[in-house]
């Protein structure tokens, strides 16, 4: 496949009329046509239906499209990258944070982005899940880290990024905090405590076993939950990936573990700078790090 | 034995089943039929600068290892692929030489996250294994093709998962080609081939590499 008889597809299939899109392409009519038809040989059928009065996506040009959209915005992206290497454009990264879902999986690619653009602006957004998605939609984010058994509209993409399980925060003195890891059964007595950002690893846990510990509700952020624990108020769990202040220590939950998906999901179709567009190509690139 | 035998040798062994022959076949005469291969930049053009992640989470850019010196751009299907794996054991061997002469080794795959990482591991390689997604670069150099519908299937009874691997349901893959730029990002040499059993040996590389940098005679 040529990058330009892509470029033609993508560009015909929104417009779907070859004269609007040559002069779209800057091109002759003809070599659109002749381009398409090289790409239609290649992928071994008619992409195109073409009337008279009508161009319209054979089912086999539908199904295509979404791919050849995503080849093309890579193309250019990774060539936009090497241009904003070298221009260093002004540049921003709204990230939004799901419930419970830390930054640090995601601070590496922000700072490739930032050392290519050192004039990078990044925003961070922590919220509930649909209101993330409503912030997608109306532009005030480029995308969200959130949990994968967050509903999403069918308009988005969305790229699986990491698995997670559960941490117990503790104080240093807590009698479980030199522990290796511990099990439902070791926190009996305890008071967990839990709130609408942390996770729900809480909720989940006591759903999950009949464990003889008491939840205590805390909203509000993450960093006054773990004040209370380091006062002793109860124990958090949270995600294995939050990052925890010192003197607090964590001990891995290990049974039940609890483990949960978390993905990075963004609007198909919209345009997307360089920084966006790099910043979700090095998050799926480095799916697990 | 050579990379050269080793291929043929495992070629060999995989087309003893008939149904895997046919399959190969498959690949070769499609795009040596439909077009493909003009497609491919050829000697001469301007290689597209680009930024790509790497196995270790940061972008690379081809305009810093240019700034070196020559760069071979290698593109590669995945460690999943054994002909792939043969041909990275022979580019490591063949690494020092490379570096000898003064460039750089780029390998392209479209395999994300763990998958790049684990090549990346396997053959101990210290040169740059990048990964491609949604195969950009691959397009860009006109590497790419859409897998046909016999290869593919038996790929998938192997249990390949190109959706998991690539993070995409495209079902593309590059031709394992290998791009020989000059200082520049000028394509000195490079080598093409729909069959994917066949890759250019480190002597073959070696030699263009070295008619490149060697000093012109009087």
Redesign the interface.
Known sequence: MELTQVRYFVALSRLLNFTRAAEACNVSQPALTRAIQRLEDELGGPLVYRERNLTQLTELGRAMLPHLDAMLAAADNAAALAEARRRQPMASLKIGLGPGVGASAIAGAVREIATLMPDLMVRFEEAAAAMLVESMLSDMLDCAVLPADCALPERFNHWKLYEEGAVAVMPPQHRLANAASVTAADLNGEVLLHGERCGGFAQALYAACDGAFRLRRCDGGTGHMLDLVAAGLGIALLSERMAVPSPLVTCRLAEPPLSREVRLAAIAGRPQGPAVAGFIKLCRAGRGL | MGLDEQLQAERDRRTADEAVRLAYEEVFT?LST???LP?VLPEEATF??????DT????V???SRLARGPVLVQFFRGEWCPFCRLMLDALVGALPEIEAAGASLMALTPD???W?REAKRNHGAMFDVL???????G??A?V???I?PIYRARLMRAGIDFADRH??????LPIPAVFLLDADGRVAWRFVNVDFTRRAAPERILSALRRLTAPERE
């Not at chain 2, 270790?56 to 972008?59: N, T, Y």
């Not at chain 2, 990964?131 to 670069?137: A, P, Q, R």
């Open positions: 499609t439909n077009g493909f497609s597209p600068d680009f930024v790509l992640p270790e989470g940061r972008l850019s081809l305009a994300i996250g763990p790049a990964s491609d997604v949604d195969c950009g670069v397009l860009a006109g790419v093709f859409r046909p993070d995409n349901g495209a079902e593309f």
